[in-house]
């Protein structure tokens, strides 16, 4: 069904999944395992979505082999002192039902909590490699200026840095600053979270090419070589999403999209320098 994508310690990602945000704890196990049976392998979750229990579920059900599976979730913004970083990944697992994570990302950096540092939290989160409980360390939400000051404090590069990205905030600064350090981009909200849907130019080239909108959007991703896990709750749609890899948009499709960049005011989430939130 998918691609894949190398990162940097010699492991690789597949490059479609399926993002599990909003995806309420009660219908999490049925959506998905939904998801698994139309054949995604790789799925989003974080601590701070409260359904990492039962993706779990859904992945003990589906009887999937663990290792036809790639799982990422987050440390959660309350989590950062490094002793909770250990406790918390740990009961992470717990709850996954897993005795590996294949991907552990800081979620925020927290610029202005914690003192600002962001670089104890990530030197604790690289630590948990090689253990054998964790495969894949990395980041999310890190504008350039923490990228600088966790590889320049610590020296150890992170493996993705997941951020923002769509065609109306396709943050090339932090796109470009990951991709130079070699760390891999992982494209959340890649949908604009549904706000990209009704763009008019990406009407005419899903009627022109016979695709859907989601369709377009999503392989625009895939042709930039980012890593896309879009949510869906609803079974065809999860399909008409995978559906992705059978088809190639022209350079003149894709500069098109690229023309649909709003700059700053694109951003549809919080902006990874002053969000603070903590539950
Ligand atoms: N690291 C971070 O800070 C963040 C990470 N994420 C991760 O990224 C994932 C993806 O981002 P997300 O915020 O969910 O937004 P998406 O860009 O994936 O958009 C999801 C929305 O689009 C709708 N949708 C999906 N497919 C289609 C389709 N084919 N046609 C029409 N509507 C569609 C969904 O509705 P419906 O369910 O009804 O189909 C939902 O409303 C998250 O689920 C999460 O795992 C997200 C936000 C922040
Ligand atoms: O979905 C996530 O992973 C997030 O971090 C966001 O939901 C973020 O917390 C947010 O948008 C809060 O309004």
Redesign the pocket.
Known sequence: MTATIDLNDGTSIPQLGF?T??VPPQDTAATVGSALEAGYRHIDT?Q??GNEAEVGQAVADSGLPRQELYLTS?LD?GNHRPDDVRRTFEESLTRLGLERLDLFLI??PLPTRYDGDYVSTWKAVADLIGEGTLRSAGV??FEPDHLERIIGETGIVPAVN?IEVHPYFPNERAREASLRHGIAVEA??PLGQGAVLGDEAVASIAERTGRTPAQVILRWHIQRGDIVFPKSMNRARMEENARIFDFELSPEDVRAINGLDRGPAGR???DPNT?D?VG
């Open positions: 993002g945000y909003l974080a701070m979505y987050k913004n979620h925020w999310s939400n997941q959340w909200g549809g989430g919080p969000f939130y």
